[in-house]
């Protein structure tokens, strides 16, 4: 691109840098925020008196989490929702995006199962009539109730039949000829070429495992068996908000402020260990997924 | 022969889908005949097909509450404030980035604020309830400017900002996404045509790059028309307390509060069936529209 080295072109350049900078800054300092409260002495953070650098520095409020079973018990209940929940939501999406990415001559019930999966996307019952299906199913209180409700992610579904749907039937045809069958050329062809679509919607999947909180408030009677996500939003409904006698219980013991911060952080660091190796994944497999469908 | 192939390869494909449907059946589907609830006085312990039919007594009680026009209103308020902000700002911030030439400082900026996109709303609430406190960092810099320091989430006047704000600042670098790589499909060669035609920075802005991603700004626009009912519950449950409810309670926090701690079942059914048919008609509506106009389908 042709760019003249023109004041005015200067100014515009130097407004931009700031305005980014300031939007990179507000979405950074908030997080960095609550990394340096972890980490700072507890009178300082009641006082708020820490910034972006932690005050007293010490790490009490670590080895304080290191001992808080229940906190370590939520972890357990997320990991073991996340490995059940994305494994279920992996196996589930490939066995529905490819037949689907077959065009209709090849799989003549296809658009009337696509018709399905739309209209489920688009419409639901409502939180009540779900909620009373999986308590008649005796979920309530486990792990199942967390997992198999969303077990089929449609959107992700969608957008791993349109990757499907760009590998050239060619590939296909010489396999068969070949003679590998449908379950080979899935597992041996289609999925090893997918594999930045199956990275995408399978980081779709944890991390939509991870952060969801409503579902263990829903259908978790007691607090003992919360996911991390579920446990952390606890912690906010601080003493000031309590009017709802339920959450009382919940509330019985009011940590102070550094070891909520190191909590919080701990929760992130699952999110941040995984998210960098697969951001160069999404960036393509969600512009691909969206923009042909 | 030929053909004897194809069906037991068409089986096979049968096979599956059988799984994913049984799941869509039980989860999906079967809720949807608890839609039945919104039309009867729901008895937990007579079940569905034994609690008395009211007909449309659910429905004439919604409107006559005056609790439900505050909702609507609220929801209304909240979601279009997040869907006007949540656009803008994410073109805004792609415009910006795609002027900038050097590769790592874009890497690492487009890192960052990917980042909150990827956080819970309850640790996001967490980081709220902080900057906005009371003595936080917000209201320090209120009284650094002389003026008097405001309870955010304790005020009808903030909340549904605060609401609109932080929702715009978690996700509008995430939503950046598709306008940078609709940015990037821009032919480069009109952007040389432009400046041989004299057109500075702003006039190629206005005339190349506008236009180059107005599809994908109406495709998203007309998407974000099926959630207009949908104000946000993740972010409004973690971040509402009762002082608010007269300007936060959304259709959906409602369906919980009332319907489910409150035990109303049939009442809250019938708030959800409303909203499901409304956002059901505005998406397909959407989807006609964006097919007739700019040739793109959203399904």
């Given at each position: 691109?042709?760019?003249?080295?023109?004041?005015?072109?200067?100014?515009?350049?130097?407004?931009?840098?700031?305005?980014?900078?300031?939007?990179?800054?507000?979405?950074?300092?908030?997080?960095?925020?609550?990394?340096?409260?972890?980490?700072?002495?507890?009178?300082a953070?009641?006082?708020?008196?820490?910034?972006?650098?932690?005050?007293?520095?010490?790490?009490?409020?670590?080895s304080?989490?290191?001992?808080?079973?229940?906190?370590?018990?939520?972890?357990?209940?997320?990991?073991?929702?996340?490995?059940?929940?994305?494994?279920?939501?992996?196996?589930?999406?490939?066995?529905?995006?490819?037949?689907?990415?077959?065009?209709?001559?090849?799989?003549?019930?296809?658009?009337?199962?696509m018709?399905?999966?739309?209209?489920?996307?688009?419409?639901?019952?409502?939180?009540?009539?779900?909620?009373?299906?999986?308590?008649?199913?005796?979920?309530?209180?486990?792990?199942?109730?967390?997992?198999?409700?969303?077990?089929?992610?449609?959107?992700?579904?969608?957008l791993?039949?349109?990757?499907?749907?760009?590998?050239?039937?060619?590939?296909?045809?010489?396999?068969?000829?070949?003679g590998?069958?449908?379950?080979?050329?899935?597992?041996?062809?289609?999925?090893?070429?997918?594999?930045?679509?199956?990275?995408?919607?399978?980081?779709?999947a944890?991390?939509?495992?991870?952060?969801?909180?409503?579902?263990?408030?829903?259908?978790?009677?007691?607090?003992?068996?919360?996911?991390?996500?579920?446990?952390?939003?606890?912690?906010?409904?601080?003493?000031?908000?309590?009017?709802?006698?339920?959450?009382?219980?919940?509330?019985?013991s009011?940590?102070?402020?550094?070891?909520n911060?190191?909590?919080?952080v701990?929760?992130?660091?699952?999110?941040?260990?995984?998210?960098?190796?697969?951001?160069?994944?999404?960036?393509?497999?969600?512009?691909?997924?969206?923009?042909?469908? | 022969?030929?053909?004897?192939?194809?069906?037991?390869?068409?089986?096979?494909?049968?096979?599956?889908?059988?799984?994913?449907?049984?799941?869509?059946?039980?989860?999906?589907?079967?809720?949807?005949?608890?839609i039945v609830?919104?039309?009867?006085?729901?008895?937990?312990?007579?079940?569905?097909?034994?609690?008395?039919?009211?007909?449309?007594?659910?429905?004439?009680?919604?409107?006559?509450?005056p609790?439900?026009?505050?909702?609507?209103?609220?929801?209304?308020?909240?979601?279009?404030?997040?869907?006007?902000?949540?656009?803008?700002?994410?073109?805004?911030?792609?415009?910006?980035?795609?002027?900038?030439r050097?590769?790592?400082a874009?890497?690492?900026?487009?890192?960052?604020?990917?980042?909150?996109?990827?956080?819970?709303?309850?640790?996001?609430?967490?980081?709220?309830?902080?900057?906005?406190?009371?003595?936080?960092?917000?209201?320090?810099?209120?009284?650094?400017?002389?003026?008097?320091?405001?309870?955010?989430?304790?005020?009808?006047?903030?909340?549904?900002?605060?609401?609109?704000?932080?929702?715009?600042?978690?996700?509008?670098?995430?939503?950046?996404?598709?306008?940078?790589?609709?940015?990037?499909?821009?032919?480069?060669?009109?952007?040389?045509?432009?400046?041989?035609?004299?057109?500075?920075?702003?006039?190629?802005?206005?005339?190349?790059?506008?236009?180059?991603?107005?599809?994908?700004?109406?495709?998203?626009?007309?998407?974000?028309?099926?959630?207009?009912?949908?104000?946000?519950?993740?972010?409004?449950?973690?971040?509402?307390?009762?002082?608010?409810?007269?300007?936060g309670?959304?259709?959906?926090?409602?369906?919980?509060?009332?319907?489910l701690?409150?035990?109303q079942?049939?009442?809250?059914?019938?708030?959800?069936?409303?909203?499901?048919?409304?956002?059901?008609?505005?998406?397909?509506?959407?989807?006609?529209?964006?097919?007739?106009?700019?040739?793109?389908?959203?399904?």
């Open positions: 691109m042709i760019r003249s080295k023109s004041f005015a072109s200067r100014l515009s350049d130097a407004i931009i840098w700031i305005i980014l900078l300031i939007m990179t800054a507000l979405c950074f300092f908030p997080l960095l925020n609550m990394v340096s409260i972890s980490f700072s002495g507890s009178t953070a009641q006082a708020n008196q820490v910034g972006l650098w932690p005050v007293d520095f010490n790490l009490e409020s670590y304080m989490l290191f001992k808080d079973s229940q906190f370590w018990h939520a972890f357990l209940v997320s990991i073991e929702r996340v490995i059940l929940g994305t494994g279920l939501n992996m196996i589930l999406s490939v066995l529905l995006a490819y037949p689907l990415s077959k065009s209709k001559s090849q799989f003549s019930a296809r658009n009337i199962y018709n399905i999966m739309i209209f489920a996307m688009l419409f639901s019952g409502g939180m009540i009539p779900l909620f009373l299906v999986v308590k008649g199913l005796g979920l309530m209180n486990t792990i199942w109730a967390l997992v198999l409700p969303g077990a089929v992610p449609i959107f992700n579904v969608i791993l039949m349109n990757f499907f749907k760009s590998i050239p039937d060619s590939l296909e045809e010489a396999a068969m000829m070949d590998a069958s449908k379950p080979t050329i899935l597992f041996k062809i289609y999925l090893p070429i997918s594999l930045p679509a199956l990275a995408t919607i399978s980081l779709f944890i991390v939509g495992h991870w952060n969801d909180y409503f579902s263990g408030l829903l259908y978790m009677n007691s607090a003992a068996n919360y996911p991390l996500a579920t446990y952390i939003q606890q912690l906010n409904v601080d003493m000031s908000k309590i009017t709802d006698p339920s959450q009382l219980k919940a509330l019985a009011v940590s102070d402020k550094t070891l911060a190191a909590k919080i701990v929760s992130i660091v699952p999110v941040l260990m995984i998210y960098p190796f697969l951001q160069k994944y999404f960036t393509s497999g969600l512009v691909i997924g969206s923009v042909k469908g | 022969m030929g053909r004897r192939k194809r069906r037991t390869g068409q089986l096979g494909y049968h096979l599956m889908m059988l799984p994913g449907m049984a799941f869509l059946v039980v989860f999906s589907f079967i809720p949807m005949l608890g609830m919104a039309f009867e006085n729901y008895i937990p312990t007579k079940g569905i097909f034994g609690s008395p039919w009211v007909g449309l007594d659910n429905f004439q009680y919604m409107i006559q509450i609790d439900s026009w505050d909702i609507l209103r609220n929801t209304l308020i909240i979601a279009i404030g997040k869907i006007f902000f949540g656009t803008l700002v994410p073109i805004i911030f792609a415009l910006l980035l795609n002027e900038i050097l590769k790592w874009k890497k690492t900026i487009q890192t960052i604020v990917y980042l909150p996109n990827f956080l819970s709303w309850a640790v996001v609430a967490a980081i709220v309830i902080n900057v906005f406190d009371y003595s936080g960092p917000i209201n320090n810099i209120l009284q650094g400017l002389g003026l008097h320091p405001i309870m955010f989430l304790a005020s009808n006047q903030w909340f549904r900002k605060v609401m609109i704000g932080t929702d715009v600042w978690k996700n509008f670098g995430y939503g950046a996404i598709v306008y940078l790589a609709a940015l990037t499909g821009i032919d480069p060669g009109l952007y040389e045509a432009a400046s041989m035609d004299g057109a500075n920075r702003f006039k190629q802005l206005l005339h190349v790059t506008l236009p180059g991603i107005l599809p994908t700004v109406m495709l998203i626009s007309a998407l974000n028309l099926g959630s207009i009912l949908n104000a946000g519950f993740d972010q409004i449950y973690a971040l509402y307390n009762p002082i608010v409810y007269e300007t309670d959304v259709i959906d926090t409602y369906v919980y509060r009332v319907g701690l409150g035990q079942y049939s009442f809250a059914t019938a708030i959800g069936l409303l909203k499901s048919v409304v956002s059901f008609a505005l998406l397909i509506s959407a989807n006609k529209l964006s097919i007739k106009f700019a040739n793109m389908r959203i399904f």
